[in-house]
């Protein structure tokens, strides 16, 4: 692989997310309409509602700093970041040494944590509310991840991803084991809490006590709004393609051709819109949970995800 | 060259100290004595830096003045000159910081000689405990900090809560010098104690005896370390002292706990059987995250960042715990990558830590109080120190780039790569291990979102935070430098973990582990096949944050903003009242583990005397008391009140009843001493 290509590719797939991210989110709400006997908005419908966000004044809080203002960008540029980080359609990508699943996951969590000091930079209960729950929540769903992680680094002795998807590909029967699939749950349950589904957080809500992630962004408008919906619907994307990519790495790109390429990418969209319906199928079945009740889902989670590392530990 | 500096270091201390008790008030005075302290610590970081870059020990020339014991010795290898380098990083900027920040105690309050001659003789010994190569020498110099650093944490005696928390200070770190005593004692012999022949003497114990001189030093340098349950002085003593005495307590007093337990440990008994690591995995494990559950419900802004050095104290053994495990199987090259790991997070915890606690002094100093709760709004009032802090949470919160991040990155892969290690234990410890530092590090970001949140963001609880001023420039210089040393060793850990892995040459056997530079900006970790590239990494962050606005210009996004009041759901105004709180802010997760708090409720709900539905007044009142206040500490107290009153019978004031128990007393020793011989 030549540099220039290499680094084409990146960017390349930094700007297919991005230019996804709200497709998806769309999908996945007009799925759910669909499912629930709803007419629905069609899936673009989150284009829209960018391109209007991004026309309109910001208004800002006279009691906000400027953490207030800088999340944004922060958030959004720390999503960009791990877009370049995650294997979507090829592996191993040039940005494969630059960060692990680590640094994936915590810079992710860089950008909640600034979320979470905006919530409170306006000076209301429901930004306070928000932030708290948000934090309380990530807290809590970190040891998942980062059992999930151990379980997935155990096979090939490395944390970073393109090693993980290598070792994946060229053994396919060490990777179809009983721990592979408790993994899988484990870090399922993870990316709901993370992305803010439903039983966890309900998107659709808006000025509601339950709310966390709207509560946590309820003082944004304008761009600043656009940046950091658009940032939580490519953190939505991320998440999808990294279950879809570590678990079933099957049609990613090993070579860079372009009709190797363009069948991955392909396959990437097809596992996405999978994954997509899955949840949109779950979150028609079940209700939100009290908000005392998500730390019960979350360590079964984590006791699925501590199976997953002790089996493959025990069958190794 | 190093006998310069070691010569300046000892006098810069000393004249700081003879300044202090001769002059050291006024503007004058406060000057010179820190500018003494600042000198020293540069001298001793200069003169740490340069055995680390050498490789190459250095030993002092001392007169024989103190015949005992085997009179002072002091030689400087790699191990000791990174602890003094660390002593170097925050000692600088607390002394900067402490000559503005004094200035509250030129009145009555407390006795500025006494401060600026204890915190200058504090420095030194803590200097020279790095320093010591005989147990005499280490010794004394350990017991001169504990003793300085007592007298500064009762700097504000005038309080009755000062005074409790130098008493248990005072009886916990004392605990702590029987144990190694003990330790010392054992570890000696008939040898001298000179440290190569505590070496030479450590192979011919027997297993059992090694056993235990482990678990004494353990207990001892534990309890300056600050392990849970032996941290009960720390939330006490660190808040009670001046802000930047506790930005060097907690930043680097209690790593020499760490550093005397890597001496024995490593160099003294040259490593340990496995159950070592896994003992003092358990051991950081616990700290950690009780450490930071307890730092979660407090409110008061100092004791919440003493609870979080009990929690950084955790993963920094977390790390020296995988070390020690790997060395006992052998694996020399992961033994160096968990060891680096806690090594690297000492500094870290060091630079952000003391960082911190500058910054809640600064906060402190404008408001006068501690409690978060009647805080708020001090981000516009105070911008430098609420940017300094933020880049210290942020840190602490191990998010990347900063340093905080690369250290936690390390005990990471450390303790993945435990998992590899064969047997059934190992199967359930590391994981377990892996999501407890997980968990650690998640809360803590949620604890720094609340500290952070709560004392700078929207508007301010009380009046003293409104009126609250920036402090005087050498104070945001203190902070300035330690936010400045976050940030670059982040990224720039790519240069000090080699020299890390160098210090650890020759300790217990670990030989050099090269820590391959790919491209010049990788990490890659030795034998494990995981690599981060920070630089490249922050280039990226920073670049993509900054391009986000131009790229909007560019698209001629509408940029106009306005300011207008919060949307209060209707409320014509906000007032701080309706904030959130700190206690709200963690309400969730005290729920969530309300089986370990166990907080107690009191609800006293007042009716009208007509109709109990007409509510007059409601008070409630709820409070945590940590279990091992609780279950360990409470009844200890219990106990010794009532060997006490019973041995108080002795004491009757009869001179002659005195005289029998001399005469006794010798005889006894005489017996024990023929007993002891044979």
Known sequence: ?316 | MMQTLFLLTICAYSLGALGAILGGRGQLGRSLVGALAAIGATAGLLLGLTVIFTGQSFTAFVPALLPVGGGLALRLDPLGAFFLSVIGVVAIPASLYGIAYNEIYESERGSLRLLGAMFNLFLLAMSLVTLADNVFTFLLMWEGMSLTSYFLVITESDEAETIRAGNWYIAVTHVGVAFLVAAFLMLTGNASGAFSDLRVHASNLSPLARDLVFLLTLLGFGSKAGIIPLHVWLPRAHPAAPSYVSALMSGVMIKLGIYGLLRVALDFLGGGPAWWGVLVLVVGSVSAVLGVLYALMEHDLKRLLAYHSVENIGIILMGIGAGLLFHSYGSMSLAVLGLVGGLYHTLNHASFKGLLFLGAGSVLHATGTRNMEEMGGLMKRMPWTALFFLIGAAAISALPPLNGFVSEWLVFQALLKGLNIPGIEAAIAMPLAVGMLALTSGLAAACFVKAFGITFLAMPRSHEAESARESPLLMRIGMGMLAAICVVLGPGAIAVIPLLSRILVGLGGLAEVPVSLTEGVSLQVPTSSSQIALPTLALALLLAIGSIPVILKLLRVNFRLRRSESWGCGLTELTPRMEYTATAFAEPLRRVFAELYRPSKELTIDTHPESKYFVQSIAYRSEITPWFDRMLYTPLLHLIGYIANKIRRLQSGLVHLYLLYLALALMGLIFASRWIER
């Open chain 1, 1 to 316: 692989m030549t540099n220039m290509m290499s680094y084409g590719l990146e960017i390349g797939q930094m700007l297919l997310a991005l230019a996804l991210a709200p497709g998806l989110v769309g999908l996945v709400r007009w799925l759910k309409a669909r499912l629930q006997n709803r007419l629905g908005a069609p899936p673009w419908q989150p284009y829209l509602e960018l391109r209007k966000w991004l026309a309109k004044d910001v208004v800002m809080s006279t009691n906000a700093s400027w953490i207030f203002q800088a999340t944004p960008y922060i958030v959004f540029g720390s999503t960009v970041t791990v877009t370049l980080l995650v294997p979507l359609i090829a592996t191993p990508i040039a940005f494969d040494a630059v960060g692990d699943l680590l640094v994936v996951v915590y810079l992710l969590l860089l950008g909640t944590f600034f979320l979470a000091l905006a919530g409170l930079d306006a000076g209301t209960a429901f930004g306070g509310m928000g932030a708290s729950r948000e934090m309380t929540i990530a807290a809590i769903a970190e040891p998942t991840i980062a059992l999930s992680i151990s379980g997935l680094a155990i096979g090939s002795g490395s944390t970073n991803l393109g090693q993980i998807l290598t070792t994946t590909l060229t053994d396919p029967a060490a990777a179809i084991s009983p721990s592979h699939f408790l993994a899988f749950a484990a870090l399922f349950i993870v990316v709901l809490a993370e992305t803010g589904r439903l039983p966890i957080d309900n998107p659709a809500t808006h000025l509601e006590l339950t709310m966390i992630h709207e509560a946590m962004i309820l003082e944004y408008s304008g761009r600043y709004l656009a940046l950091i919906e658009w940032a939580s619907w490519t953190k939505f994307l991320l998440f999808l393609s990294l279950l879809a990519n570590l678990f079933v790495p099957w049609g990613m790109a090993t070579l860079v051709t372009l009709p190797t390429l363009a069948l991955a990418t392909a396959a990437w969209i097809g596992k996405l819109i999978l994954l997509a319906s899955a949840i949109a199928l779950l979150e028609t079945r079940v209700a939100k949970l009290r908000l005392f009740r998500v730390p019960e889902l979350l360590s079964l989670s984590f006791v699925l995800a501590l199976l997953a590392v002790t089996s493959s530990l025990v069958l190794k």
